[in-house]
């Protein structure tokens, strides 16, 4: 995003910046292009009262922000918007996390904070030794360059977004080893991570996982995302 | 993403949080799937939402349902908001009518979803839990604007916007409603709760009685 010469230093568009990353230098605002995650949340809102908010012609770096940061640009990888997964929203139809099993999904930078990608690789650097199976439908997935380590493609490191999504899946039993080593990664970040974590019923109405998670002291949030089961007849069936 | 997932605030101020989307699975069942999404769009019309949008055309607050659901194409997700447990459920029983065949998912207490799945004859295939924010939370504004801005989990909603909105509803500059309207047009996708926003505005109102 780049602020064109029509910019008359009002500072309106200021607080619409999750990133902090514009400010006013010489009677006019200056966008810092290193801290700027392309969301276009400051052109979208209209608030510039002489449009002074263009978006510049991105390279492919900053495609990269743009798409895990902007919900109305398209993930090349998976054709999806958003942070361009399907995740638990299909997950009865797709099977991607069947019953015994549980899904992970890292959002790195959220809720709000933004990540660089050589954050997101200390946290995938600490997990990958625990044996996972990664969500290929995931653009994420997709920068990684060794899935045994967890490193990331090098050019991509110091690249900014609003947030991304790490998913895999792992059997009940790595349920323990995760959550230790999410905990001890955590004090070498410098951002923030929200943490989910998808089951599917067993055939007792049960989550399988929950019981484990609790038992390790997290107790999860009243609020969940549910899967309704109504994406296809028999699908239930089919997993239960 | 788990857009929907991760809301902030407390129990008490979610029981009146009910949002939803739809979406087909790409090689499974999406093609066909814009007339499914453009049937649940009308559907949830019927039904007083709060909120409803789909990230390429906007929400109920910067476009109409009419312009959503013409927008709306295969491989689209569409999301409603209800703001009230009569509301929703009466939107399920709709959809268990239309014996509905396209995945759903919903962000509400689990307890409520739960309740509500047992009423209308809905069996709940799978959860999302969500287990905690780490790392750097020094860095996170307060829990008070977590609760707005995590209603757009997308976190197009900057907490400096927030702030300067609630320090115009305390100085009578903007009302409750307009505030929570300014907040949901920046949420493309319409998984901002409207009326919630507007409640916890009021709020700031009322602390000052």
């Known amino acids: 995003m780049i602020?064109?010469?029509?910019?008359?230093?009002?500072?309106?568009?200021?607080?619409?910046?999750?990133?902090?990353?514009?400010?006013?230098?010489?009677?006019?605002?200056?966008?810092?292009?290193?801290?700027?995650?392309?969301?276009?949340?400051?052109?979208?809102?209209?608030?510039?009262p002489k449009n002074a908010l263009e978006m510049q012609e991105l390279d492919e770096m900053r495609k990269i922000r743009?798409?895990?940061?902007?919900?109305?640009?398209?993930?090349?990888?998976?054709?999806?918007?958003?942070?361009?997964?399907?995740?638990?929203?299909?997950?009865?139809?797709?099977?991607?996390?069947?019953?015994?099993?549980?899904?992970?999904g890292i959002e790195v930078g959220r809720p709000g904070i933004g990540t660089?990608?050589?954050?997101?690789?200390?946290?995938?650097?600490?997990?990958?030794?625990?044996?996972?199976?990664?969500?290929?439908?995931?653009?994420?997935?997709?920068?990684?360059?060794?899935?045994?380590?967890g490193e990331f493609m090098h050019q991509v490191l110091n690249e900014k977004v609003l947030s991304c999504i790490i998913e895999f899946s792992v059997p009940v039993e790595k349920l323990e080893p995760i959550i230790k080593a999410?905990?001890?990664?955590?004090?070498?970040?410098?951002t923030v991570?929200?943490?989910?974590?998808?089951?599917?019923?067993?055939a007792d109405r049960k989550l399988p996982g929950l019981e484990e998670l609790k038992k390790i002291g997290i107790t999860p949030r009243p609020n969940a995302k549910t899967n309704l089961g109504m994406g296809k007849p028999g699908a239930q069936t089919k997993l239960h | 993403?788990?857009?929907?997932?991760?809301?902030?605030?407390?129990?008490?101020?979610?029981?009146?949080?009910?949002?939803?989307?739809?979406?087909?699975?790409?090689?499974?069942?999406?093609?066909?799937?814009?007339d499914k999404l453009r049937e649940f769009t009308k559907i949830a019309m019927r039904h007083n939402p709060t909120n409803l949008g789909m990230s390429k055309k906007g929400n109920l607050y910067t476009t109409t349902s009419e312009e959503i659901i013409e927008a709306l194409e295969d491989n689209r997700t569409v999301n409603v908001v209800f703001a009230n447990k009569e509301d929703y459920t009466a939107f399920l029983k709709e959809l268990?009518?239309?014996?509905?065949?396209?995945?759903?998912?919903?962000g509400a207490l689990r307890e409520n979803v739960e309740e509500v799945c047992a009423e209308v004859g809905i069996v709940p295939h799978s959860v999302n839990l969500s287990i905690g924010i780490f790392g750097k939370l020094e860095l996170l504004p307060p829990e008070e604007i977590l609760a707005f801005t995590t209603m757009c989990g997308h976190h197009q909603i900057a907490p400096a916007l927030v702030e300067a909105l609630i320090d115009k509803v305390k100085k009578g500059k903007t009302s409750p409603h307009d505030a929570a309207v300014s907040l949901a047009r920046h949420c493309p996708c319409g998984a901002f709760n409207t009326a919630r926003a507007e409640d916890m505005f009021k709020q700031y109102l009322e602390k000052m009685e």
Not at chain 1, 9 to 37: F, N
Not at chain 1, 80 to 98: L, Q, S
Not at chain 1, 193 to 202: L, R
């Open chain 1, 3 to 48: 602020v064109n010469e029509q910019c008359i230093g009002c500072g309106s568009c200021i607080p619409y910046c999750g990133m902090g990353a514009i400010s006013i230098k010489d009677k006019k605002a200056v966008i810092d292009l290193d801290e700027c995650v392309e969301c276009s949340v400051c052109r979208r809102s209209g608030v510039c």
């Open chain 1, 66 to 104: 743009h798409q895990f940061s902007d919900p109305k640009a398209t993930h090349p990888s998976t054709m999806i918007k958003g942070r361009g997964t399907e995740e638990i929203k299909t997950n009865d139809v797709t099977n991607r996390v069947a019953c015994g099993r549980l899904g992970f």
């Open chain 1, 116 to 149: 660089r990608f050589y954050d997101v690789q200390r946290i995938t650097k600490a997990l990958a030794p625990i044996g996972l199976d990664w969500e290929k439908a995931n653009p994420l997935t997709s920068l990684i360059a060794n899935l045994e380590t």
């Open chain 1, 182 to 190: 999410l905990l001890n990664v955590q004090h070498e970040v410098e």
């Open chain 1, 193 to 202: 991570f929200s943490v989910s974590m998808i089951s599917t019923y067993d």
């Open chain 2, 1 to 34: 993403m788990s857009h929907t997932l991760h809301r902030r605030g407390s129990k008490e101020s979610l029981q009146n949080d009910f949002p939803l989307l739809s979406r087909p699975s790409i090689g499974i069942n999406n093609i066909g799937s814009g």
């Open chain 2, 96 to 106: 268990v009518e239309h014996n509905w065949d396209l995945s759903v998912t919903t």
